[in-house]
């Protein structure tokens, strides 16, 4: 059986100092069905301390919440009434 490791988070994703109150909102990656440890019930952010959401952030599970999408990820699902011209 392997051993799993941390791996550090990306260099454009390590500034996620956390504000005052602590935790971070992070964005999680469509087709996520764990984050740290717990199921994400098909919710879209999570609240995370920064010490918390390193694992995450090394594999690319989430992403903060207030930086653009990431480019590898699936574009985002967008609904009707999104004013996408669908509607």
């Avoid at 909102?25 to 994400?40: M, Q, S």
């Avoid at 919710?43 to 690319?60: F, I, Q, R, W």
């Amino acid at each position: 059986m392997k051993k799993a490791i941390s791996l550090p988070a990306k260099a454009d994703e390590a500034d996620t100092a956390a504000p005052a109150g602590g935790s971070v909102e992070y964005r999680i990656k469509p087709g996520v069905a764990w984050i740290d440890g717990k199921r994400t019930g098909g919710a879209s952010t999570v609240k995370l301390e920064p010490h918390e959401a390193a694992y995450d952030l090394g594999l690319g599970r989430i992403s903060p919440a207030d930086q653009p999408w990431p480019e590898d990820w699936p574009a985002p699902d967008i609904a009707a009434g999104d004013a996408d011209g669908r509607d």
